[in-house]
């Protein structure tokens, strides 16, 4: 009986036969002695021991399955390693042989080709070839069936799909991504198969779930299943990765060039994200080649000590010397520009200056990570906020659900990407500002690149496509005669429905010749042609209904069910005969353009009404309110007023527009307005909104009143209205006012308040105001090119100017004034008894002061 000795090789404690032994420890003492002189020896050493320990413990394996089982290693296991492995002498054999390879395998070829054409076959070799890998036997047919294991030393949930792969001899990670289409990609596509589709895929995937686990809890895990070597694995290459390596790997298994398969990867992301989501998939489920075994087993090739060296040689011939490509030069050129400024800077300033750069250069930098990374975020947000607003309630609403049938999620996506990427650019470069150091390589920038100009494609695909379908207006007209009783009729308006879909009517009384009452309906919309356009009018539907003498209008209208939103919108006249009398409900008054009084919306209810050829709308009831003076009446202005206005808003503030529109607001202190107004406010017991300009610019206006504030904008102000629109005059009377914010292009004058308390003002963007008050307190905010001039008198007057702005304060009385100018912002004050004044940039601050010398 030979003599044994136990050894631990790879952690495997193995007993082997001491002839045999010796001859393993020589043959490991020449592969260390030659590897000795290699970069990162050790590890190169540590995947062979790997290798060969792996070798004699499948070949222990083997052999417990056949007759006479045993548990030693013999001399006959460690020659048949050696043989499979190649020695140190069969590759220096073949390094010596270098140099008339090419010779060789030139006259190889010929000789083969030769052979080739004459039909004649090369003599087989017998036996295996040092360095080439062996074959595994065939199945004895005498032995038991194999058994299903979960492979335990694979396994990512379970080893379910490792164990069956192992039984199959195929790699892993093909049985884990059929495991993950069923479970998870078939749901979501199912909308592709048709109607009902969703129930059947979705019973497969939890038919796939309840399966996986039966095979989890039926089959027991091993930890010692074999590895069978000549299944090519699947790897994510980390030496040409661009983001997991998924595409280099895939590039390996199938022998591609990588560039190709990362392609694929872009365009799949525009078929509703597929792309993106195999690619998730297979970073998650496939292994990284992070060993020299592995990497080799990636490519295919043999493990054996030629095969290694090979490899080792390869990832050794890096060219550091070689020349950028002049698109790589490009997409650097800013970076190495920012960082050239930088050292340049830090070295002409010196060592002091160089940390004050230093300080700008973080600051620089992580402003730029923080405007990267809100883009980001509001790329996302939007993006969750479109995809989300299938789930979303919004009342009795429809538009929502309209504009998302016409934002396709190929928009959607070439949007995000064309937005979120350009924030990821801005992150990045901030980062690198403040480390100093890049971050991305040549790789990453052009994969990012494409995928940029991919989205910008996507966008000029699709969006075009919408706009064409707003391109022309088309109107059609239908009157309906309205079957008015004989007794004194009421109109109203129906608004118990409660919707809240924004498409309110707009209705107007006139009077007419005749007898007969009637109902005209212009009905617009937009589309490809006006034809179109005329027929996506069509779709609007409208009711109104009559009831002894009552007559309902409603106060919104609808589009068909399964039309498509096109701007559509109605215009509603009723015509009533003159010298016919009616009534009107409040509601249908404040729903309706014809203005009225205060007074005369309170008695709606006990007035009668009437049209006259002379005199248009009359009250039967009550004498009517004069408004010819509704725009000047209690306007406190005098000559220097007049002239300050003319001088700072134009000859044309005071113009009128053709048409006037009074608007239901109350209760309110505070006043915010965007647009392009030319807004008058004054001092009134009462409360007035009033509107002037073009009927189909105040048809568009908005005015509410929330938390005391009154709010004008205007309803449609996306991309599904495209006007030109006129100036709006707008009036506000008020009792007191509190708080003014303009933004846009506003002017504004505000005037009639002498015993104010606190007043603040708010001009944001190239707004003008002209502000003649009396107050204890004044807080002005000018932004951007905004200008104001103030006349009365203030106790303390706080101002903040920032961008371009101009204060005039010289003909205002101030006691104290405190002001901050930034930017290139100029303030002028007459006599202050306290000026304070903090300036940056080219800003100014002037004025004389009464303090004692």
């Given at each position: 009986?030979k003599?044994?000795i136990?050894?631990n090789?790879?952690?495997?404690i193995?007993?082997i036969?001491?002839d045999?032994y010796?001859k393993l420890?020589?043959?490991l003492?020449?592969i260390?002695?030659?590897?000795?002189?290699y970069?990162?020896s050790?590890?190169?050493?540590?995947d062979?021991?790997?290798?060969?320990?792996e070798?004699?413990?499948?070949k222990?394996k083997?052999a417990?399955?056949?007759?006479?089982p045993r548990q030693?290693?013999?001399?006959e296991?460690?020659?048949?390693?050696?043989?499979?492995?190649?020695?140190?002498?069969?590759f220096?054999?073949?390094?010596?042989?270098d140099?008339?390879?090419?010779?060789?395998s030139?006259r190889?070829?010929a000789?083969?080709?030769?052979?080739a054409?004459t039909?004649?076959?090369?003599?087989?070799k017998?036996g295996?070839?040092?360095?080439t890998g062996?074959v595994p036997?065939?199945?004895?047919?005498?032995?038991p069936p194999?058994k299903l294991?979960?492979?335990?030393r694979r396994k990512?949930a379970g080893g379910?799909?490792s164990?069956i792969?192992n039984y199959?001899n195929?790699?892993p990670?093909?049985?884990r991504?059929?495991?993950?289409?069923?479970i998870?990609?078939l749901?979501?596509?199912?909308?592709i198969?048709?109607?009902?589709?969703?129930?059947?895929f979705?019973?497969?995937?939890?038919?796939?779930?309840?399966?996986?686990i039966?095979m989890?809890?039926?089959f027991?895990?091993s930890?010692?299943?074999?590895?069978?070597?000549?299944?090519k694995?699947f790897?994510r290459?980390p030496?040409?990765?661009?983001?997991?390596?998924?595409?280099?790997?895939i590039a390996?298994?199938f022998?591609?060039?990588a560039g190709?398969?990362?392609?694929?990867f872009v365009?799949?992301?525009?078929?509703?994200?597929t792309?993106?989501?195999?690619?998730i998939?297979?970073?998650?489920?496939?292994?990284?080649?992070?060993t020299l075994?592995?990497?080799?087993?990636?490519?295919g090739?043999?493990?054996?000590?030629s095969?290694?060296?090979?490899?080792?040689?390869r990832s050794?011939d890096i060219?550091?010397t070689a020349?950028?490509?002049t698109l790589?030069?490009?997409?650097?050129?800013p970076f190495?520009?920012?960082?050239?400024?930088?050292?340049g800077?830090?070295?002409i300033?010196?060592p002091?200056?160089?940390?004050?750069v230093?300080?700008?250069r973080v600051?620089?930098?992580?402003f730029l990570?923080?405007?990267?990374?809100?883009?980001?975020?509001g790329?996302l947000?939007v993006l969750?906020t479109?995809?989300g607003?299938?789930?979303?309630h919004?009342?009795?609403s429809?538009?929502?659900?309209?504009?998302q049938?016409?934002?396709?999620?190929?928009?959607?996506?070439?949007?995000?990407v064309?937005?979120f990427l350009?924030g990821l650019?801005i992150?990045?470069?901030?980062i690198?500002?403040?480390s100093q150091?890049?971050?991305?390589?040549?790789?990453?920038?052009?994969?990012l690149?494409s995928v940029w100009?991919?989205?910008?494609?996507g966008?000029?695909?699709t969006v075009?496509?919408v706009?064409?379908?707003f391109s022309r207006?088309?109107?059609i007209?239908?009157?309906?005669t309205?079957p008015?009783?004989?007794a004194?009729?009421t109109?109203?308006?129906?608004?118990e429905?409660?919707?809240?879909n924004d498409?309110h009517?707009?209705?107007?009384?006139e009077g007419?010749?005749g007898?007969?009452?009637?109902?005209?309906?212009?009905?617009e919309a937009?589309?490809p042609t006006r034809?179109?356009a005329q027929q996506?009018?069509?779709?609007?539907?409208?009711?109104w209904s009559v009831?002894?003498?009552?007559i309902?209008?409603d106060d919104?209208?609808?589009?068909k069910?399964?039309?498509?939103?096109?701007?559509q919108?109605?215009d509603?006249?009723i015509?009533?005969?003159?010298?016919?009398p009616?009534r009107m409900?409040?509601?249908?008054?404040?729903h309706?353009?014809?203005?009225f009084g205060n007074?005369e919306l309170?008695?709606m209810?006990?007035?009668?009404?009437k049209?006259s050829k002379?005199d248009?709308l009359?009250?039967?009831t009550?004498p009517?309110?004069?408004?010819?003076n509704r725009?000047e009446?209690?306007?406190?202005?005098n000559?220097?007023?007049?002239?300050?206005?003319?001088?700072e808003?134009g000859?044309?503030?005071?113009q009128?527009?053709?048409?006037?529109?009074?608007f239901?607001a109350?209760n309110?202190?505070k006043i915010d307005m965007?647009?392009?107004?030319?807004?008058?406010v004054?001092r009134?017991?009462t409360?007035?909104?009033?509107?002037?300009?073009?009927?189909?610019?105040i048809?568009?206006?908005?005015v509410r009143?929330?938390?005391?504030e009154l709010?004008?904008d205007?309803r449609?102000?996306g991309?599904?209205?495209?006007?030109?629109?006129r100036?709006?005059?707008?009036?506000v009377t008020?009792?007191?006012?509190?708080?003014?914010?303009?933004s846009?292009?506003?002017q504004s004058?505000?005037t009639g308040f002498?015993?104010l308390?606190?007043?603040?003002i708010d001009?944001?963007?190239?707004c003008?105001?002209l502000?003649d008050v009396k107050?204890?307190?004044?807080?002005?905010d000018l932004?951007?090119?905004?200008k104001?001039?103030?006349?009365?008198r203030?106790?303390?007057?706080?101002a903040h100017?920032?961008?371009?702005?101009?204060?005039?304060?010289t003909?205002?009385t101030?006691?104290?004034?405190?002001?901050e100018a930034?930017?290139?912002s100029?303030a002028?004050?007459?006599?202050?008894?306290?000026?304070?004044s903090?300036t940056?940039g080219?800003?100014?601050?002037?004025?004389?002061?009464?303090?004692?010398?």
């Amino acid at each position: 009986m030979k003599k044994t000795i136990s050894i631990n090789i790879s952690g495997v404690i193995f007993h082997i036969e001491e002839d045999g032994y010796d001859k393993l420890k020589g043959y490991l003492t020449s592969i260390q002695h030659y590897f000795s002189t290699y970069e990162d020896s050790q590890e190169i050493i540590t995947d062979i021991e790997n290798r060969i320990a792996e070798k004699l413990l499948n070949k222990l394996k083997a052999a417990e399955k056949q007759a006479s089982p045993r548990q030693v290693v013999t001399l006959e296991d460690v020659n048949e390693l050696i043989l499979s492995m190649g020695t140190v002498a069969d590759f220096e054999a073949i390094e010596e042989e270098d140099s008339i390879s090419v010779a060789a395998s030139s006259r190889s070829q010929a000789a083969y080709e030769s052979a080739a054409t004459t039909g004649a076959n090369p003599e087989p070799k017998t036996g295996p070839t040092p360095g080439t890998g062996s074959v595994p036997p065939p199945r004895p047919s005498g032995l038991p069936p194999r058994k299903l294991y979960r492979d335990l030393r694979r396994k990512i949930a379970g080893g379910v799909a490792s164990g069956i792969a192992n039984y199959f001899n195929i790699d892993p990670v093909w049985v884990r991504l059929i495991f993950v289409t069923l479970i998870l990609a078939l749901p979501p596509f199912s909308g592709i198969f048709g109607h009902g589709s969703d129930e059947f895929f979705g019973g497969i995937s939890g038919f796939t779930v309840i399966l996986y686990i039966a095979m989890w809890v039926a089959f027991p895990g091993s930890m010692t299943l074999e590895d069978d070597k000549s299944v090519k694995k699947f790897y994510r290459n980390p030496d040409d990765k661009v983001l997991g390596g998924v595409a280099s790997g895939i590039a390996a298994y199938f022998g591609i060039d990588a560039g190709v398969v990362r392609l694929l990867f872009v365009l799949t992301i525009f078929l509703f994200g597929t792309g993106f989501l195999a690619y998730i998939v297979l970073w998650i489920i496939s292994p990284t080649a992070n060993t020299l075994t592995e990497k080799m087993e990636m490519q295919g090739e043999p493990i054996t000590l030629s095969n290694i060296e090979s490899n080792i040689k390869r990832s050794l011939d890096i060219n550091e010397t070689a020349e950028e490509s002049t698109l790589a030069k490009v997409l650097l050129f800013p970076f190495r520009l920012i960082a050239t400024i930088f050292n340049g800077l830090a070295s002409i300033l010196g060592p002091l200056a160089r940390g004050t750069v230093s300080i700008v250069r973080v600051l620089a930098g992580v402003f730029l990570v923080v405007v990267g990374f809100a883009i980001m975020v509001g790329a996302l947000g939007v993006l969750g906020t479109v995809f989300g607003l299938k789930g979303i309630h919004f009342g009795n609403s429809d538009i929502p659900y309209m504009i998302q049938r016409e934002i396709t999620p190929p928009m959607i996506l070439s949007a995000f990407v064309a937005v979120f990427l350009p924030g990821l650019a801005i992150a990045i470069l901030g980062i690198m500002i403040i480390s100093q150091r890049a971050l991305v390589t040549t790789a990453i920038s052009l994969t990012l690149l494409s995928v940029w100009f991919l989205g910008l494609i996507g966008l000029a695909a699709t969006v075009p496509q919408v706009v064409n379908e707003f391109s022309r207006s088309g109107h059609i007209e239908e009157t309906v005669t309205l079957p008015v009783p004989a007794a004194i009729p009421t109109l109203d308006i129906n608004d118990e429905d409660d919707n809240d879909n924004d498409f309110h009517t707009a209705i107007e009384l006139e009077g007419v010749e005749g007898t007969a009452w009637s109902l005209l309906k212009r009905q617009e919309a937009q589309g490809p042609t006006r034809q179109q356009a005329q027929q996506n009018a069509r779709t609007i539907l409208y009711n109104w209904s009559v009831k002894d003498s009552l007559i309902r209008f409603d106060d919104s209208y609808e589009i068909k069910p399964g039309s498509r939103f096109r701007g559509q919108d109605i215009d509603l006249t009723i015509y009533i005969p003159y010298e016919r009398p009616f009534r009107m409900t409040e509601a249908f008054a404040r729903h309706i353009r014809n203005e009225f009084g205060n007074e005369e919306l309170e008695r709606m209810k006990t007035s009668i009404w009437k049209f006259s050829k002379t005199d248009g709308l009359v009250s039967l009831t009550h004498p009517r309110e004069l408004n010819d003076n509704r725009y000047e009446e209690d306007f406190d202005t005098n000559d220097a007023i007049d002239e300050a206005l003319r001088n700072e808003l134009g000859d044309d503030f005071h113009q009128k527009g053709e048409y006037t529109r009074q608007f239901e607001a109350t209760n309110f202190s505070k006043i915010d307005m965007g647009g392009a107004f030319a807004v008058r406010v004054k001092r009134g017991e009462t409360f007035k909104v009033v509107a002037d300009g073009r009927e189909e610019d105040i048809d568009d206006l908005r005015v509410r009143v929330e938390n005391g504030e009154l709010h004008v904008d205007f309803r449609n102000e996306g991309i599904f209205k495209w006007r030109n629109r006129r100036r709006i005059g707008i009036t506000v009377t008020m009792p007191d006012v509190q708080s003014i914010h303009y933004s846009g292009a506003t002017q504004s004058i505000i005037t009639g308040f002498d015993s104010l308390d606190n007043l603040d003002i708010d001009l944001t963007g190239a707004c003008k105001a002209l502000i003649d008050v009396k107050t204890n307190k004044l807080d002005i905010d000018l932004t951007g090119a905004s200008k104001a001039t103030l006349r009365g008198r203030s106790n303390n007057v706080n101002a903040h100017l920032s961008g371009a702005c101009k204060l005039d304060a010289t003909a205002m009385t101030v006691g104290r004034a405190d002001v901050e100018a930034v930017g290139a912002s100029n303030a002028e004050f007459g006599t202050v008894d306290d000026l304070k004044s903090k300036t940056s940039g080219a800003s100014s601050v002037h004025g004389n002061t009464n303090q004692p010398q």
